[in-house]
Every structure is written in structure tokens, then in C-alpha cells.
């Protein structure tokens, strides 16, 4: 596609509940970010793929918290038994290649409300 | 651990003024430098992109410069105008890994 693409746009859940957060990154790149923005805060790493795999998990704050990528394209972020903590816009971004010279190239985001 | 702080958090000035935006990292073992603008509600759109072996990037009225050694870098923004109103951030790709660690932004306004 022409630029990343992340749905929902807007996710409102009862806490306790599972959600499930896409993301289709830009047409041959290979690396995937997710990052979460709480309200009035920074970006914060959760977890990158290279195809794949994820070599760093580092940030994931949880084990209610995982990702997935098939196909080497599309990734879902998936939050279990949501906490109000978990509110926040969840942000992908993908890039060309691992290496450290390329742009990342972010999604408008998912704005997750935990009720 | 990677820190990345950007000074000032906000900023409001007159259409027209030339300005510097700064951020500051406390490891200088970094792949590269990104300078991002955010516009509320949106993504991310990567504005310059300075890699460790470079000193400074340019395009259009921006110009960001890159000083490893002492972990700064800077956002000049010539002849502002009010479309230039929206968050800045800074990031940086940590050495050895691929990580990217943001600073917390700074808010711009420009007055018409």
C-alpha cells in the first residue's frame, strides 16, 4: 500500500476484555515497530519484527501483551485482559530493511480506551 | 540505558521567526538521528534523518545538525510559518541494536 495502515482507528473496551490491534506496513518492508504513546508522554517501544521473527520483545510491558507477523507483512498486537493503564494510541511503523540507516514510516496509530 | 531529552517542551512564536529546537542523548553510540513532526490525532511523518557518520541533513527551511561526541542535536526551522505548528520529536537508533528511543517532543506554535 501507499503507507502504513492501522486499524481500528478507535478501539473503547471494558477492561478485562481482549483486543486486537493491526497493522499492514508499507509493501516490501521488512521491519516492524509497535510503540504505545500514553496521553502527554513520549513514544514507547514494545517490540520489533525483522520478517517474521521478533529478535527484541524488550518492550512489551506484560505477558498480557503479545505480537505476531505472518507473511512477513501484516501485524497484530494483541492486549488479554485489558487494564485502564492500557489506554493509550498504539503506533506502527515499518521500515526497508534492519539495518540502521533507513526512515521508519508510522501509521496514524489505534487510540485504545480501556473503560 | 538510552536517554533522549528535548528542550524546550513547548514553544510558541511570531509567524517568520527563525528557531532551534534540542535534543540532547546520553549514550553516543547511536546508528542515526531522526527529527519527527506530529500533528494531533496523526502518525508520525519522518522530517530528516542524520546518520551517526554524518554532521548535518537539510531540507527545504529545515536544517538539523548531528554532534555524536557530545549527544546533541538540533532542529533550525527558518522563516516559521503558522503550518508549522505540531509536535517535534527527536529519536535516536541505539548502537548494537534496533531500538529507536524517542524524547518526549517539543510543541510548537507558530502565530500568525
Known amino acids: 500500500g501507499a503507507g502504513v495502515s492501522q486499524s481500528p482507528s478507535n478501539k473503547v473496551t471494558e477492561k478485562g476484555k481482549d483486543v486486537e490491534l493491526r497493522c499492514d506496513p508499507i509493501s516490501g518492508h521488512t521491519a516492524l515497530y509497535w510503540y504505545r504513546q500514553s496521553l502527554g508522554q513520549g513514544l514507547e517501544f514494545l517490540i520489533y519484527?525483522?520478517?517474521?521473527?521478533?529478535?527484541?520483545k524488550s518492550g512489551l510491558p506484560s505477558d498480557r501483551f503479545s505480537a505476531e507477523r505472518t507473511g512477513g507483512s501484516v501485524s497484530t498486537l494483541t492486549i488479554q485482559r485489558t487494564q485502564q493503564e492500557d489506554s493509550a494510541v498504539y503506533l506502527c511503523?515499518?521500515?526497508?530493511?534492519?539495518?540502521?540507516?533507513?526512515?521508519?514510516?508510522f501509521g496514524s496509530g489505534t487510540q485504545l480506551s480501556v473503560l | 540505558k538510552q536517554e533522549v531529552t528535548q528542550i524546550p517542551a513547548a514553544l510558541s512564536v511570531p509567524e517568520g521567526e527563525n528557531l532551534v529546537l534540542n535534543c540532547s542523548f546520553t549514550d553516543s553510540a547511536i546508528y542515526n538521528l531522526q527529527w519527527f513532526r506530529q500533528d494531533p490525532g496523526k502518525g508520525l511523518t519522518s522530517l530528516l534523518l542524520i546518520q551517526s557518520s554524518q554532521r548535518e541533513q537539510t531540507s527545504g527551511r529545515l536544517n538539523a545538525s548531528l554532534d555524536k561526541s557530545s549527544g546533541r542535536s538540533t532542529l533550525y526551522i527558518a522563516a516559521s510559518q503558522p503550518g508549522d505548528s505540531a509536535t517535534y520529536l527527536c529519536a535516536v537508533r541505539v548502537g548494537g541494536g534496533f531500538k529507536t528511543i524517542f524524547g518526549a517532543g517539543t510543541r510548537l506554535f507558530v502565530k500568525a
Open positions: 519484527f525483522q520478517g517474521n521473527s521478533a529478535p527484541d
Open positions: 511503523a515499518s521500515s526497508l530493511a534492519p539495518g540502521g540507516g533507513e526512515k521508519l514510516f
